[in-house]
């Protein structure tokens, strides 16, 4: 990959990375806390826990999307940026305009996918 397309990639990790930070999402703690009055109501107990769990989600998918961009970054940075780490081929474009913290080509990604899904079936 030339250095004009790494830099325009790096850019664009950079705008997600600020992008994360500035929703304030991973620092905000008062959407996993019951409130006092949820507690005298099964039902609002139920949708205040169902809520938690749904940030809480939410919240470790954003802290894994920034752990990969910066993994991204770090790859750029020693010039190994946009080649699988399976086959050490490199990552198609398309792919990397879409997900630019992408680790892997398209031929492993789907194939972590099934093997994630088949043990996901298991449990």
Same mark, same amino acid.
């Given at each position: 990959m030339d250095k004009k397309k790494t830099e325009q990639f790096r850019e664009l990790l950079l705008k997600y990375r600020q992008q994360i930070l500035n929703v304030g999402l991973l620092?905000?703690?008062e959407d996993l806390h019951v409130s006092? *009055?949820?507690l005298s109501d099964e039902t609002?107990?139920?949708s205040s826990l169902i809520q938690q769990q749904l940030n809480c989600t939410i919240r470790d998918r954003e802290y894994s999307k920034l752990r990969r961009i910066d993994a991204a970054l770090e790859?750029?940075?020693d010039?190994?940026?946009?080649?699988c780490e399976e086959c050490e081929e490199e990552i198609g474009m398309k792919r990397? *305009?879409?997900q630019p913290?992408?680790?892997l080509c398209i031929t492993h990604a789907e194939e972590k996918e099934r093997e994630e899904s088949?043990?996901?079936r298991q449990a």
């Open positions: 620092n905000k703690s006092e *009055e949820d609002d107990l139920a790859k750029i940075a010039g190994t940026y946009g080649h990397l *305009e879409n913290w992408s680790e088949q043990i996901y």
